[in-house]
């Protein structure tokens, strides 16, 4: 029985009592953070390349520059490890191994790996955001990235027990993806919804192409009942998160600027808008200064549902576990707080409500076993 209704930043009954019982340290919250099932809503496939990863997909593709590196070198190439001046230095290392997904095994072999990394951080379900057209190649048409995509996380929902879905992402940078090319993103997407595509979102440079242009492909989206969400709020001027309230989005990617805008965290409250937050990546995007200094600790306060992602696990070198850990020591968030924020993670996937009722109550039956195994005396 859930103590109150669905996104509200509650937490059912049965843990609420099952965390009375435990008095809480540092170490049982980390003990609590690697047991607690999660979801995952902003993870980008190019994003989640692990060296190790790279290594092996340059190895299938015969790319013998990058497959000849030590592990080493990739990774001093591929990972972000310290905060950047701003977000374009991080998306450079995107495109430097881009390349390596231009063919339908290794983008189902990277989509695979993303599911095994999931389950190894207790993720129940996750949804893997990519545009198609970045990744297509002459011989290798969007609809067939997607479908190579599909092939891998079916493969790894079977191997690793982690559901997944994917959400399009149109792209705002003209010199990446054409206007054509966005439409025909879309097409696919709806084409595909119900069939593994659950989401719509747009991402790159905040200061190309506005949300504005992007008017009817998200009327579309929304006609047709798929997920809605768009990075917006990241860098400035962070004005499009004025439209995707006025669009009724389901959610915002990332929002840091919200507070910087008059009305609109009042207005997200209000509509209770989930705001997919991404702790370390805002940080080494320099979106914030430091992760003490993150909006997202007063949007838990002022009653804002928010879902944690790690935004890129490949290109920053984290995890969502980690991710948690930072709510646990620079947000001063506790174990009640860390199953609400999950939880509220699950409320917002786009999935329908059938769907999400039991992935909820496996959710539920997992962190109630992680609370007693933390009660038992030691
Ligand atoms: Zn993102």
Redesign the pocket.
């Known amino acids: 029985m859930r103590a109150r209704p669905p996104g509200d930043g509650g937490i059912p009954q049965s843990l609420s009592r099952a965390l009375d019982g435990i008095r809480w340290t540092p170490a049982r919250l980390s003990a609590l953070i690697q047991g607690l099932p999660k979801v995952e809503t ?1 993870l ?1 496939l190019d ?1 989640s390349l692990s060296p190790r990863t790279i290594k092996d997909l340059a190895l299938l593709m015969g790319d013998k520059t990058i497959a000849q590196k030590p592990l080493a070198e990739i990774e001093r190439l591929a990972v972000v490890k310290s905060p950047r001046a701003s977000l374009d230095e991080v998306l450079a290392s995107f495109k430097l191994f881009c390349r390596l997904l231009r063919e339908p095994q290794a983008v189902e072999e990277a989509s695979r790996r993303v599911a095994q990394r999931a389950a190894a951080q207790n993720v129940l379900h996750f949804e893997l ?1 990519f545009a198609p057209a970045l990744l297509a190649a002459e011989a290798f048409p969007q609809e067939d990235v997607l479908e190579a995509a599909l092939r891998g996380l079916r493969r790894g929902a079977a191997e690793f027990g982690v559901s997944s879905a994917v959400i399009v992402c149109l792209i705002r940078d003209e010199d990446l993806v054409s206007d054509r090319q966005n439409s025909e993103m879309l097409d696919l997407a709806l084409a595909y919804h119900g069939r593994g595509v659950v989401g719509l979102d747009l ?1 790159g440079n905040e200061r190309a192409r506005p949300l504005s242009r992007f008017k009817p492909h998200y009327a579309r989206a929304l006609k047709a009942g798929l997920g809605t969400t768009a ?1 917006a709020g990241e860098t400035p001027p962070g004005d499009d998160l004025d439209l995707i309230l006025d669009w009724k989005l389901d959610r915002i ?2 929002g840091v600027l919200a507070g910087k805008r008059p009305g609109i965290l009042e207005r997200i409250r209000k509509r209770a808008v989930t705001i997919e937050t ?1 702790p370390t ?1 805002n940080l080494r995007t320099g979106a914030v200064k430091s992760l003490s200094e993150h909006p997202a600790r007063s949007w838990r306060r002022a009653g804002i549902p928010i879902a944690i992602s790690t ?2 696990p490949g290109v920053f070198g984290i995890e969502l576990g980690g991710e948690y850990e930072v709510l646990a020591r620079h947000w001063g968030f506790g174990a009640e707080d860390l199953l609400a924020v999950s939880l509220q993670g699950l409320d917002s996937l786009f999935l329908p409500e059938r769907r999400k009722r039991p992935l909820r109550r496996r959710w539920e039956a997992l962190a109630l076993k992680a609370l007693r195994s933390l009660a038992k005396p030691s």
């Open positions: 902003h980008h994003g955001r991402a990075h990617g990332h991404n990546s935004d890129d």
